[in-house]
């Protein structure tokens, strides 16, 4: 039983800043890689940032530069700083984490519900 539930999303701005929190639960479970997706009306759902339990990251080509994602281990939170953000940034973003049971050969992949973020003037 594991749940993810984002914070964060909203209205803003071209050009400016949002802050997309994520707090992951789940007894007896580890995780692993944690984080962010986003899907706009007619498109598939993408990757925007990930990162690893050691701190290795990753970020979409269309981001990167811009955006920040970062994480604390101990309270299994993953957090997505959107700076200068751009209209095309408009989407769903969902927390995304993936791990696996103490005691288990499984992994498993765990979703947040979304949150949305719009960039309009």
């Known amino acids: 039983q594991v749940q993810l539930v984002e914070s964060g999303g909203g209205l803003v701005q071209p050009g400016g800043s949002l802050r997309l929190s994520c707090v992951a639960s789940?007894?007896?479970?580890?995780?692993?890689?944690m984080g962010w997706y986003r899907q706009a009306p007619g498109r598939e759902r993408e990757l925007v940032a990930g990162?690893?339990?050691?701190?290795?990251?990753n970020y979409a080509d269309s981001v990167k530069g811009r955006f920040t994602i970062s994480r604390d281990n101990a309270k299994n939170m993953v957090y997505l700083q959107m700076n200068s953000v751009k209209p095309e940034d408009t989407a769903v973003y969902y927390c995304y984490a993936n791990g696996f049971y103490w005691g288990s050969d499984a992994s498993y992949e765990n979703w947040g519900q979304g949150t949305q973020v719009t960039v309009s003037s």
């Open positions: 789940g007894s007896d479970f580890n995780f692993n890689t």
């Open positions: 990162v690893t339990r050691g701190g290795g990251t």
